[in-house]
Structures are given as C-alpha cells and as structure tokens.
C-alpha cells in the first residue's frame, strides 16, 4: 500500500479508503490508480460492469 502510494503520489490512508470504499475516485485517480497496479482502465470497468449485474 505505501509503494503504491508514493507511486501516486498519495497518503496511504487514501489508498486505504479507496480500498475499504471509503472514498470513490473521480475518472482520473481511477485511471491513474488503474496504471499504478498495472491494470488496463477498460478491463478494469468491463470487470466492474460484470460484477454490477449480478
């Protein structure tokens, strides 16, 4: 959590609340945050539509 926080530039407890869905992430932290573990942003939505419908 701290390595991927320094990548981004961010407070560890931000990527704790993202993780705990304690805080949403605007278009851009989603796609940075995307980047950042080495995820595509469209797989990585294509994933959350699947799990919203069921």
């Known amino acids: 959590m701290r390595k991927l926080a ?3 530039d961010v407070p560890h407890s931000w ?4 993780e705990q ?3 949403r ?3 851009m932290e ?3 945050l995307c980047h950042g573990i080495g ?3 469209n797989k990585g939505l294509a994933k ?3 799990a919203l419908r069921k």
Do not use: H, M, Q, T
């Open 6 to 8: 320094g990548e981004l």
């Open 48 to 50: 959350i539509k699947l």
């Open 25 to 27: 992430l605007d278009v």
């Open 39 to 41: 995820v595509d942003p």
């Open 15 to 18: 990527i704790a609340k993202v």
């Open 30 to 32: 989603y796609v940075r």
């Open 21 to 23: 869905l304690e805080r």
